[in-house]
């Protein structure tokens, strides 16, 4: 495995700078004759904005996706895709559910969720990861400011932004309890972060994370221009997000929990290479090594 030329840049000891995204945001606007299909109007927020809420879309499938999350919470227990709160031993995400549950990896390809996403992506893509987020109630622990891409290219090696994160709520998403803020339009800008990757870093930026995330006066100036906004919703909201988009979610201080089930498509054009960062790709779980196309099913 070789790496291409690293065009973004990030984590290389040199001081923080901001560049312009040197991709496309959607690879085809083509509206295919699908009733999945997104729209010119979704197309053109997304390209904007760098996200999508589509609300009540997936709540058939939410008791179920429900119960395999608390069989998984169990039948994993002890294994290293389970991850803890970084001052606890409450469970924090769960990583790759779709290789320990067949209604997940189905889930995964269902025409709902994968038609949008090839149409986002212009191409056929592949699960490259699966994860369930939880914030349990006054004990769930923030996420600081991060790019996904900014880590999967240094960490795991993808080459482009071509790649885009859709979710399920399975709780209610309010205000209160932890939510997903993002900044719109963070997305058409990189940060190439200051600093360097420790070996194995992952066992520690999985329950905090540090290397990677932008200083305050980076931050500052995409919230300047751009704002923020609180991801919201009921749930079976889906949200699709770019790779690129800058976000992150606080503490949550309420009395109710937040859970989202997660899946990262990446395009099979934009297969991840060797690590920007010279060190060993991270384990299987994280970013799978075997892109296979996904075909859709009935699920």
Known sequence: MTTAQDIYPSRVGKNETIMDRQDPVVYDTHIPDSPHALSQQDLEFFNDNGYLIIPDYM????????????????ALR??????????????????????FSNDIDQLSRSPK???????????????????LNIKPAYKGKSFPWHSDFETWHVEDGMPRMRAVTAWIMLTENNEHNGPLYVVPGSHKKYVSCEGTTE???HKRSLRKQIAGVPRPDSIDSLVKEQGITGIYGKPGTLVIHDCNLLHGSPDNLSPWSREILMFVYNSIENEVQAPYSGL????????????????????
């Open 113 to 131: 969720i994968l038609e949008p996403v090839q149409q986002l992506l212009g191409s056929q893509a592949y699960l490259m990861q699966s994860r």
């Open 78 to 99: 002890g294994r290293e895709e389970l991850v803890l709160e970084p001052d606890s031993d409450d469970l924090r995400s769960i990583f790759a559910l779709h290789n």
């Open 199 to 201: 070996v194995d870093n």
């Open 280 to 299: 060993k790709r991270r384990p299987d779980y994280l970013s799978c090594p075997h892109p296979q196309p996904l075909t859709p099913t009935s699920h």
């Open 59 to 74: 709540t058939d499938h939410v008791d179920d996706i429900n119960a395999e999350a608390l069989r998984l919470k169990q």
